[in-house]
């Protein structure tokens, strides 16, 4: 099972909105509502911030939102802030012998 | 409140073997899906296997055959049996508990593993 795709890398100031795609194929983005988004700080372990395609779990800001099209999710955050600057991995249920994929990871650097 | 604290990590030699334990609390490890996932070095997160709560077990192809996950539910106990260990398995191993959704909702702190003469 193949990794999802994602960008090595986005970045944008404080204040403005960016965009993380995430994309897979019909086995698992495009076949599944069952992709989620981790943020992931250096030296820390990976935090959900996205379930079910754009469920916010409690305590995770409003301003992190998600969204799927066909085969692509994709995770916005609103309002930058600084402490966004993270790592942040994808994950879909798949139809393949291994149950979970995740994505290559995106760093997001806030300027 | 929900914990997840893995032990077990350490140096190993390639081709040894090593098991991993993650103790869990705040809610019982036989009734939910629990998963390892692994960072090696300055990688991205990859899933390496899941116990489901009825028993059934799945494993990456990268580990198939040479990884174990089990769970001992008097200790509320999950484990990942590692045997004919690589180079490439060097990682940071995270206990993480799993839903029927398919997302992980709570991790642990991550033990390191090191494959290394």
């Known amino acids: 099972q193949s990794a999802l795709t994602q960008p090595a890398s986005v970045s944008g100031s404080p204040g403005q909105s960016i965009t993380i795609s995430c994309t897979g194929t019909s086995s698992d983005v495009g076949g599944y509502n069952s992709v989620s988004w981790y943020q992931q700080h250096p030296g820390k372990a990976p935090k959900l911030m996205i379930y079910?395609?754009?469920n916010r779990p409690s305590g995770v800001f409003t301003r992190f939102s998600g969204s799927k099209s066909g085969n692509t999710a994709s995770l916005t955050i609103s309002g930058l802030q600084a402490e966004d600057e993270a790592d942040y991995y994808c994950s879909s249920s798949t139809n393949s012998t291994t149950p979970v994929v995740f994505g290559g990871g995106t760093k997001l650097t806030v300027l | 409140e929900v914990q997840l604290v893995e032990t077990g990590g350490g140096l190993i030699q390639p081709g040894g073997s090593l098991r991993l334990s993650c103790a869990a609390s705040?809610?019982?490890?036989?009734?939910?899906?629990m998963n390892w996932v692994r960072q090696a070095p300055g990688k991205g997160l990859e899933w390496v296997s899941v116990i489901y709560s009825g028993g059934s077990t799945y494993y990456a192809d990268s580990v198939k055959g040479r990884f174990t996950i089990s769970r001992d539910n008097s200790k509320n106990t999950l484990y990942l049996q590692m045997n004919s260990l690589r180079a490439e398995d060097t990682a940071v191993y995270y206990c993480?508990?799993?839903?029927?959704?398919?997302?992980?909702?709570?991790w642990g702190q991550g033990t390191l593993v090191t494959v290394s003469s």
């Open positions: 993480a508990r799993g839903t029927s959704g398919g997302y992980v909702d709570y």
């Open positions: 705040g809610f019982t490890v036989s009734s939910n899906y």
């Open positions: 079910d395609v754009s």
